[in-house]
């Protein structure tokens, strides 16, 4: 789950960490009045899901409370386009307003679970700010890496040797060391997935300063954050993922036009690969588990279907713990109660595969059976493609 700079800031500032002074506003007349009580200039941020806002035109600088004013009106309700949101953008509904800083340097500092190592690992610049992809891509030299033992924690020794290669001054090493301890622990407590301060600043007062903070987490840990589940803004997520969710299916939609109805991540990775390699264009990942319901399936059906590209339907089950006969007539039912659309293409492989076919034959519903994955990615491709091989 993913929360939003404010709140990320907040919660950060509980663990010691230094933020500027601000508040969030979803008005003009808001974001006018915190600016009154903050004294200028301040800078009003955009607040949405994604990074990249400042190139995209979300951060801006007020010198008076007439510019605050005008930066607010243009930025509350703009339709925010940067690199992480893809080209539709997306619809600003709040601003953070805080008092502007004085920056003499931007660093940037983040930790992420490395699952290569199965560690946690710290990473830190001398070039923060909003280039710091491109500076990991072309000199990655840039960036100062550490890996945390789990069993001893972020030791003291690698915070100062982050702080010493950021080449802060000596009078900055203890505050550094601070931050990046802090982060840690926050990091670790709320159980994250990933935390960011890009850029920490370098103040003209001699300050360290979280100047943006971005925090995921481990949607598995989630249960036992009750302050932080509480953050989740249901208006930064498509409204099929959240109901996917409600049902405890594992539904992403995408851009293509084949819905995928699959049991288990890795064959519903393998599927949209397929759905690929054949020349197609999958319109979702749907994982409906292990053992899902007749109720599951008709959801995520009705989750598919709600997909207006959708040209196609191939459900790829292997029946292991799920048995091809009860998830043959799960289709069946669900098949029957939506009223089908578009062709359906279903491939059953497992456990009483020769019952889950009969049952599909004996439905009268218009379904085209394939022999295996490649048939089947085969079929739904023609199928989306408008007929033919069908
Ligand atoms: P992002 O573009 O979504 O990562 O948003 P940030 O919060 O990181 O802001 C982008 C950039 O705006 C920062 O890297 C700074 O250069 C600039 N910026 C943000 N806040 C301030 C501020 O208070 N003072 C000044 N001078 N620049 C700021
Ligand atoms: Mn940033």
């Known amino acids: 789950m993913n929360i939003h700079e404010y709140q990320a800031k907040a919660v950060l500032s509980r663990y010691g960490v230094a933020v500027p002074e601000g508040d969030v506003a979803d008005t003009v007349e808001n974001a006018v009045s ?7 200039p301040v800078v009003i941020k955009a607040q949405i899901h994604a990074g990249g806002r400042g190139k995209g035109g979300g951060v801006k600088l007020a010198e008076t409370i007439s510019d605050a004013r005008e930066h607010a009106e243009d930025i509350i309700g703009m339709q925010l386009v940067t690199h992480q949101t893809g080209p539709e953008g997306k619809q600003v509904k709040r601003v953070l307003v805080e008092r502007a800083s004085r920056i003499s340097k931007e660093y940037y500092l983040g930790m992420v679970v490395d699952r290569s190592v199965s560690r946690i690992a710290v990473m830190a610049s001398t070039e923060g700010g909003v280039s710091i992809e491109t500076i990991a ?7 100062i890496k550490e890996w945390i033992d789990p069993v001893l924690g972020l030791m003291p020794f690698q915070a100062r040797k982050i702080a010493f290669g950021l080449g802060l001054a ?27 301060i890009n850029p920490l600043v370098l ?14 987490f481990d949607n598995n840990a989630l249960f036992r954050h009750k302050d932080i589940q509480a953050l989740r803004d249901f208006d930064e997520e498509d ?13 992403i939609r995408l851009e293509g036009n084949i819905g995928c109805l699959v049991n288990g991540a890795g064959l519903a990775m393998t599927t949209m690969d397929m759905i690929k390699l054949c020349g197609g264009s999958p319109a ?3 994982d409906v588990g292990g053992n899902a319901s007749t109720g599951q ?6 989750l598919i279907l709600s997909d207006p590209n959708l040209k ?15 998830i043959a007539e799960g289709v069946v039912a669900a098949a029957k109660s939506i009223g089908l659309s578009v062709p359906l293409i279903v491939r059953l492989e497992g456990t009483n595969r020769e019952k889950g076919k009969e049952i599909l034959a004996a439905s009268g519903l218009n379904i085209t059976p394939a022999a295996d994955l490649e048939d089947g990615a085969k079929k739904a491709v023609a199928a989306a493609a408008g007929g033919g091989g069908l």
């Open 203 to 216: 103040t003209e007062e001699n300050e360290l300063l979280a100047l943006d903070a971005k925090m995921n």
């Open 312 to 326: 196609a339907i191939f459900v790829n089950i292997f029946g292991g713990i799920m048995r091809c006969d009860v």
């Open 170 to 196: 000596d009078s900055l090493t203890d505050k550094a060391v601070k931050i990046i301890m802090s982060l840690y622990k926050a990091f670790v407590e709320t159980d994250c997935s990933l935390a960011e």
């Open 297 to 302: 399936v008709t959801h995520a059906f009705r």
């Open 34 to 40: 915190i600016t009154e009580g903050l004294g200028m």
């Open 284 to 286: 979702n990942f749907l």
């Open 239 to 251: 409204p099929a993922e959240t109901e996917a969710s409600g049902h405890k299916l594992s539904y």
């Open 137 to 143: 891509k072309r000199s990655p030299n840039l960036i």
